[in-house]
């Protein structure tokens, strides 16, 4: 398993989840878990997924997220799950 922490940040809008699930599904990428929350219009989701499955390359995956942010209106991070504990243990 090669986990990656996914999280999707801004304004909230109709299909913002289904999109980036979208994405997940057909490149492959597991959900294993998910977060999200609304406060005050503002969407915010933090998943953990397996990309063990995806063809892609993290950084591929990494740019594709973030472009597909950029259509969507939030800002999509990606980050190895290795990296992302190693950053919060400081």
């Known amino acids: 398993m090669k986990k990656t ?3 999707v940040v801004g304004k ?4 913002i989840i289904a999109r980036v699930c979208t994405y997940l599904a057909d490149n ?4 294993l ?11 915010n989701m933090m998943m953990i997924v397996d990309v063990a499955n995806s063809p892609k390359s993290h950084g591929d995956m990494a740019d594709e997220l973030k ?3 950029e ?3 939030v800002i ?4 190895r799950e ?3 504990s190693k950053m919060h243990r400081i």
């Open 5 to 7: 922490i996914i999280t």
């Open 12 to 15: 909230d809008t109709v299909g």
């Open 28 to 31: 492959g990428v597991n959900i």
């Open 33 to 43: 878990d998910i977060s999200q929350t609304i406060v005050q219009d503002y969407f």
């Open 67 to 69: 472009k597909l942010g």
């Open 71 to 73: 259509e969507i209106g």
């Open 76 to 79: 999509i991070k990606c980050q």
């Open 82 to 84: 290795e990296i992302f």
